[in-house]
């Protein structure tokens, strides 16, 4: 633990929990990060092959999976199932992937 306050502007792309650096915790057993978008804003198509990944709709709207989701909608994709992620207005969300699994991140 640092004695020097911590901020998510400290993390890489709103990932503060993980296995990696920096973090907060290091853990490999799951990732915890929260992420802003600005509306019109994308994730290029990918999939896990080891991670399950929860994605909590803190605000705004997206578009995952080929859904809308608006605030509050939580959304669980299973390793293998294939995600694309835009932004239809501002938004913030909330993502844990369990577990850490460094580059488990495969583009379509």
Do not use: C
């Amino acid at each position: 633990m640092s004695d020097k306050p911590l901020t998510l502007n400290d993390m890489i792309g709103g990932w503060f929990v993980g296995d990696f650096d920096p973090t907060v915790v290091k853990t490999d057993a799951f990732e915890v990060g929260v992420k802003h978008y600005v509306a019109g804003d994308k994730d290029a198509a990918h999939y896990h092959k080891i991670a399950r990944e929860i994605t909590l709709v803190v605000s705004g709207t997206i578009r995952m999976i080929d859904q809308v989701w608006e605030a509050g909608s939580i959304i669980d994709i299973e390793p293998g199932r294939v995600n694309q992620f835009e932004a239809l207005t501002d938004a913030t969300v909330t993502v844990v992937k369990i577990p850490s699994a460094k580059n488990d991140k495969y583009l379509v």
